[in-house]
């Protein structure tokens, strides 16, 4: 069992009844209909209750969150309906919505899910760095949109999108909130976290600042009896953020956002299958990664009598790094040489620039029309060394036909390869939506996005890998791609009464193509980009006085051109697979049968498969040939999630308990591989009360203890990463 720093000071750390989070300032739309539990998101670039968008959107609010003991994507994207999150090494998990992906892993280019942050996109447009998991604490609320949103969002939204939206300070009232929480796990160690957020108005009504900082350490329980390391996937999370906000005038106000994260995780949490154990890896030496986020945003939000010119600025960054051991997969084709070390650094940096009007809500013609720009720059670095391959290559070397006594020339260090892949991705776009309102219970929606991509990425690389693969010991190779196009979307909308509301909506979503930079034969020059159109028809219904709330959709996507990751000779590409076709039902609802009694339900049913014959290279007749009808990766075709919880109302305490299940079938890993994830139910348990403004949360995750395999691959040998086995703690809140 692990002890630290932080379990001394969680003894002096308590959490908060949350303070609730101010409203956004932009114009909500339909405001005057909006009800007290209405969430007000931004998914529509304006502010407007989750309810009246026409369109597939779940959001929750940070207090619901923190019902739900929430920390990361983990723990509430697998109870949004149509969202499967491939959970692996924090930082390099993946989401797909509505079965949109072709891997469960990272992406050769750009991910078919957008991740934002206060409506800044972080997902790269190519060379993935990784998928930023910023802690919920005190944010204001995360909304997830299904379906592809090129229109307002951009390239990186093809199969959906999630918005994390920060919470803003509020101007007139001073609060603090402080939160901690130890975590043991079964098999594992001993984990915990303190945050705290304060809040501060500078200038009553005027200025105000709001800061969060958390520390969180998720024990490990995963035994590395290569390194002799127990518990040895160890996760740390530090970091937090500043928001500052201006309102020098009614309709004026300035908001600064600053935030930055970073993880690192001691060695890579999954499992080996023979080693003896069912929570046992075995590797040469600790498999470390770290990931970082980082963002500075300024916007400004200006009322005017024809609408709200909203402008932001913003600056975000990511930085990984890391190590892989890839003895099992080449030692073999390296003579037995072991160990062989991959190490992984990345960063991609750029700015964001966006400005946008929308009209004032309620009238007849409604309309939001803007513009954007993107610059990005990534950098991705693979340097694999395999130890003893100098002393090999002065051996055996011409026996290669390679100089003898050239191994410390041909390999230093014993490196194998040396490889920096720097890219460069521009994209513009004028984009808008207009609403004809044509009564009280009809209303049409018409936009689109004009976008112009550029994309110019390279390889340069050296190492004797380079030296067998192409003949020469040094190779540079650049490419550049260009694409331009119009993203259409379309919507009607019918509200026969104020609690009914049925849509039916077409979208189409889009990313960027991209450069293999791969002379080996067997290996395309470059890949498309690739394209999807969304058809579905919903309903939202709000019955029995708003105490059931019900959401029904089913939707059908034709994918085309789909972007397929593949590896050949140890190297990653990606190459153009044809079409796929999509279609499913998503249903939720929430039912509050009594005061204090709250039923939650989602059930998804998805079938996406390949539509057609996938031949990887036509020229092999010994090439195995993808048939029409595979399932894509991380398709589960059922997701179930159920929750029912009670508060008690007293007069000076109020005791509440929640239950919780959540179920996920089996899905392939890879369109490729045998391997698979899913097939399991999860149990959830927590009970807790507040006095004043102290409470207090006892909590039992995966009750049965389940070894959920979340993300699995066959890189030899079969790696699989699992949910958390059981984990009991209890979580400690003041606030004021």
Not at 45 to 54: D, L, N, T
Not at 170 to 194: K, V
Not at 195 to 203: F, G, I, Q, W
Not at 705 to 722: A, F, H, I, K, W
């Amino acid at each position: 069992m692990r002890y630290s720093i932080i379990h001394y000071l969680l003894l002096a750390t308590a959490a908060a009844v949350p303070v609730s989070a101010t409203a956004q300032t932009a114009p909500v739309r339909g405001e005057a209909s909006a009800l007290p539990d209405d969430i007000v998101v931004t998914a529509t670039k304006r502010a407007e209750p989750v309810r009246e968008i026409a369109g597939s959107v779940s959001a929750q609010t940070g207090e619901e969150l923190d019902k739900l003991g929430a920390q990361g994507l983990s723990d509430y994207l697998t109870r949004t309906p149509g969202v499967v999150f491939n959970a692996t090494t924090p930082g390099s998990g993946s989401v797909i919505i509505r079965g949109v992906g072709t891997t469960t892993g990272q992406d050769i280019g750009q991910a078919t899910t957008g991740i934002f942050i206060n409506e800044v996109p972080l997902t790269d447009p190519s060379l993935s760095i990784g998928t930023p998991d910023i802690d919920t604490f005190d944010v204001d609320n995360v909304a997830i949109l299904r379906g592809p949103q090129g229109t307002l969002f951009g390239s990186s939204s093809l199969g959906g999108a999630i918005n994390y939206q920060a919470a803003r300070p509020d101007l007139d009232d001073f609060g603090a909130r402080f939160q901690g929480s130890l975590r043991g796990t079964r098999h594992g160690g001993t984990g915990g976290a303190a945050k705290v957020m304060l809040n501060a108005p500078v200038v009553a009504g005027k200025l105000g600042i709001r800061g969060v900082f958390v520390y969180r350490e998720d024990a490990g329980y995963i035994d590395n009896i290569g390194t002799g390391d127990s518990d040895a996937n160890r996760t740390v999370t530090k970091g937090g953020r500043l928001l500052a906000t201006w309102a020098p005038t009614e309709t004026t106000t300035f908001n600064y956002l600053y935030l930055e994260q970073r993880q690192r995780t001691d060695d890579s949490g999954y499992r080996q299958t023979g080693l003896g154990g069912d929570l046992r890896k075995s590797t040469a030496a600790p498999e470390f990664s770290t990931f970082g986020t980082l963002l500075h945003q300024l916007r400004l939000d200006e009322e005017l009598a024809f609408g709200t010119i909203t402008a932001t600025a913003t600056r975000h960054e990511k930085k990984t790094d890391g190590l892989t051991d890839l003895t099992g997969g080449l030692s073999d084709a390296l003579f037995g040489l072991a160990p062989i070390s991959s190490f992984g650094p990345g960063s991609s940096k750029g700015n964001t620039f966006e400005i946008r009007i929308a009209s004032p809500a309620g009238s007849t013609f409604e309309y939001l029309i803007g513009a954007m720009y993107d610059r990005t720059k990534m950098r991705q670095r693979q340097v694999i060394y395999a130890e003893g391959l100098a002393d090999f290559v002065d051996a055996a070397g011409p026996l290669l036909g390679l100089p003898a006594d050239s191994g410390q020339l041909l390999a230093p260090g014993d490196l194998l390869v040396d490889a920096a892949l720097p890219a460069t991705a521009k994209e513009i776009a004028l984009f808008g939506e207009l609403t004809y309102n044509f009564s009280d219970r009809f209303e049409a929606t018409i936009g689109g996005r004009l976008f112009e991509q550029r994309l110019v990425n390279g390889s340069d690389a050296y190492g004797l890998f380079v030296l067998l693969n192409a003949g020469e010991y040094e190779q540079s190779i650049s490419g550049s791609r260009k694409w331009s196009g119009f993203s259409p979307k379309a919507s009607i909308t019918w509200k026969p009464n104020e609690d009914l509301m049925v849509y039916a909506l077409a979208s189409k979503g889009f990313r960027f193509g991209g450069s293999n930079l791969s002379a080996l034969p067997g290996i395309p020059s470059s890949y498309d980009s690739d394209s999807l159109w969304n058809f579905e028809l919903g309903t939202r219904a709000d019955l029995w006085d708003r105490k059931l709330l019900l959401d029904v959709t089913g939707f059908y996507i034709d994918w085309s051109d789909i972007q397929l990751k593949r590896q050949l000779s140890g190297l990653n590409f990606a190459q153009n697979a044809g079409k796929a076709e999509l279609y499913g039902i998503e249903a939720s609802l929430a039912l509050r049968p009594a005061d204090g009694l709250e039923i939650n339900s989602s059930l998804t049913w998805l079938d996406a498969t390949l539509s057609e014959d996938f031949d990887p290279d036509e020229l092999d007749p010994a090439n195995p040939v993808i048939p029409s009808g595979t399932r894509l990766p991380g398709s589960s075709k059922w997701q179930v999630s159920n929750s029912l919880s009670y508060e008690f109302e007293w007069a000076d305490v109020s005791p509440r308990l929640s239950l919780s299940h959540r179920y996920i079938s089996r899905a392939p890993s890879d369109l490729e591989a045998a391997s698979s994830q899913g097939g399991y139910h999860l149990f959830d348990a927590r009970i807790g009360g507040k006095l004043g403004p102290v409470g207090m949360t006892v909590f039992l995750e995966n009750i049965t203890d389940r070894r959920g395999v979340t993300n699995s691959s066959l890189l030899p040998p079969l790696q699989e990463y699992l949910v958390r086995p059981r984990t009991m703690g209890v979580t400690l809140d003041v606030g004021f």
